[in-house]
């Protein structure tokens, strides 16, 4: 059974960090490509960053030099260490499991991301 299990969302402060993690089981993380997605209310869901396999990376503009995907394939885990953070990332962020040699796509059950003052 594939669990993606994602944690380290909550409220914070304008200018604030939050570190978000995505454990996962079930999948060969090793070639499994992984992604940070949100959907804030009324929007549809976006892509915030993505890591293939091979350590390439690529971050959605608005988040470009404050937000920082990495994955530790000793813990089939990946994260998100969000820095600078500002009211437009409030959103539900869904962590998400790409196969790149078997066929799959699994999302995580998502955790919230709020920034107010």
């Known amino acids: 059974q594939v669990r993606l299990v994602e944690s380290g969302g909550g409220l914070v402060q304008p200018g604030g960090s939050l570190r978000l993690s995505c454990a996962t089981s079930?999948?060969?993380?090793?070639?499994?490509?992984m992604g940070w997605y949100r959907q804030a209310p009324g929007k549809e869901r976006e892509l915030v960053a993505r890591l293939t396999t091979g350590g390439n990376t690529n971050y959605t503009d608005s988040v470009k030099g404050r937000f920082t995907i990495s994955r530790d394939n000793a813990k089939n885990t990946v994260y998100l260490q969000m820095n600078n953070l500002k009211p437009a990332d409030t959103a539900v962020y869904y962590c998400?499991?790409?196969?790149?040699?078997?066929?799959?796509?699994?999302w995580g059950q998502g955790t919230q991301v709020t920034v107010s003052s």
């Open positions: 079930g999948v060969i993380f090793s070639i499994t490509a």
């Open positions: 998400r499991a790409t196969g790149t040699v078997l066929k799959y796509d699994y």
